[in-house]
């Protein structure tokens, strides 16, 4: 009997995670990349602790429904800013991906921001990428675990204070600190700050490309929003290959060699762990390190700068790169409109709302002087951080009169103001359903009020 043929081995469709170590590399990129990180991280850690007309500057306070902006007071009415502000960000994404590819990624995610200091903390103590390299395949020693511990630590700590400062935009960050300094915080205090900074420390430090590569979903469909003339980080093949080693004083034509030395700085720079040279790759989050990397190379080469570079699949094709083109400017036209009207908007935004609903007990009550009246419940909600005092009045017909039992009415900051109001209108002008208005106005500040429509009914 013939023994049983054996089986294949298992087939893996799962690549095994590699550690990368990408070098640390200097140039006019990475200054960008690194002044982008100190203004995003600046807003972020510093804004929750500048002061603002007595209380913090940028609070979202959801127990009391109200979201402070510097000197705007957001009310849950508001929503719609939300809404406005989300559909200016999304139009951002197209335009500025359809301009030059990934660059939100590159230089301005909170992945990209947070993991870039990470390894800054990981360079300053374990070493440069050989060192690193050399000290992760190494046996544990006493000193291999001081660096890692020390690490950790610094990683922890920075991550601690991300949490921190992150629940600090919600609870007011000086009562935070006192409540953290007395070991006094709330259970739900104390899960976000926790739940953010281990989310921190993981993504940054240990998952960091990978959350680039399989969480996000951007990286699958940024195609989606390319073009040909789409500004990509690309290798130059008709001035790169046939790569090959020289001596730099070397007549590398007469070799029938490109200008790519095959150093392979361009990899070893890259956070994604990518070859630039094997073409666009959705991994790429356009950093532009390769650039930095390779025109570095090409100094010391004394070659021409932009090997790797900025440029389209026209570009690269020896076509010329249009920028301005009917897409851009769609997109541009629509997000100007957007982010010009969403400020117009915000500046004569009224600080006083009201809302009227109609008594739905009976439609009209004819009172013994020949009036007909119309009950309505207002409700005035004063957005304002100062109390005022306001009248209420009606139009919409001849002889409309609106009484409500007191003259002013005097509204707390963020209070909502409830109170019954009677309207009577002739007899002779209330006949069917009319449309009336009602408004709201401050006695102390001129120009603060607000109107609704209603609807009067009359025999």
Not at 81 to 102: H, K, M, P
Not at 255 to 266: S, V, Y
Not at 305 to 313: A, D, E, N, W
Not at 329 to 340: Q, S
């Amino acid at each position: 009997m013939n023994a049983p043929a054996a089986q294949d081995a298992p087939t893996s469709f799962y690549e095994a995670h590699k550690k990368i170590y990408p070098r640390e590399i200097g140039g006019r990129f990475q200054r960008l990349r690194n002044l982008a990180v100190w203004v995003l991280l600046g807003l972020y850690y510093l804004l929750p602790w500048i002061p603002w007309d007595g209380r913090q500057s940028v609070l979202f306070d959801l127990p009391a429904r109200k979201f402070y902006v510097f000197g705007l007071v957001f009310w849950p009415q508001d929503f719609f800013y939300l809404t406005w502000l989300l559909i200016i960000l999304g139009l951002s994404l197209f335009f500025f991906t359809a301009l030059a590819g990934r660059l939100w990624c590159g230089y301005a995610c909170p992945q990209t921001v947070w993991t870039d200091v990470f390894m800054s903390i990981e360079r300053r103590i374990e070493g440069d990428r050989n060192r690193r390299l050399k000290l992760d395949r190494g046996p544990w020693t006493g000193e291999k675990i001081l660096r890692k511990g020390s690490k950790h630590v610094a990683w922890l700590l920075l991550a601690l204070w991300t949490g921190f400062t992150f629940v600090g935009f919600f609870t007011p960050i000086q009562e935070l600190a006192t409540k953290v300094i007395g070991l006094s915080m709330g259970p739900w205090e104390t899960f976000w700050v926790l739940f953010y900074s281990l989310a921190t420390w993981g993504n940054a430090g240990f998952m960091r490309e990978q959350v680039c590569k399989y969480m996000c979903p951007y990286a699958r469909f940024q195609s989606a929003m390319f073009d040909r003339d789409t500004l990509i980080i690309a290798y130059d093949t008709g001035r790169g290959e046939p790569r090959g080693a020289r001596a730099r004083t070397a007549d590398y034509r007469a070799r029938g060699l490109g200008e790519c030395i095959d150093c392979k700085a361009c990899v070893q720079v890259c956070p994604t762990g990518i070859d630039i040279r094997e073409g666009l790759q959705y991994e790429c989050i356009a950093c532009a390190a390769c650039i930095d990397a390779c025109d570095a190379v090409m100094d010391k080469m004394s070659y021409p700068r932009g090997l790797v570079r900025y440029t389209s699949q026209k570009g690269l094709e020896g076509g010329g790169s249009h920028v301005v083109r009917p897409r851009m400017i769609v997109y541009g036209g629509l997000l100007a409109a957007l982010v010009v009207g969403f400020f117009v908007s915000i500046s004569l935004r009224t600080p006083v709302g009201l809302d009227v609903m109609r008594d739905r007990n009976a439609l009209y009550r004819k009172l013994p002087d020949g009036t007909i009246e119309n009950v309505y419940l207002l409700r005035i909600l004063n957005k304002d951080t100062a109390p005022h005092r306001y009248v209420l009045a009606a139009a919409g017909l001849p002889g409309i009169e609106i009484d409500t039992g007191i003259a002013e009415h005097r509204v707390g900051p963020g209070e909502v103001y409830s109170v019954a109001a009677r309207v009577r209108v002739p007899a002779a002008t209330a006949g069917g359903s009319h449309e009336i208005a009602i408004e709201v106005a401050s006695s102390d500040a001129p120009g603060l009020k607000a109107s609704r429509v209603a609807r009067f009914l009359g025999p």
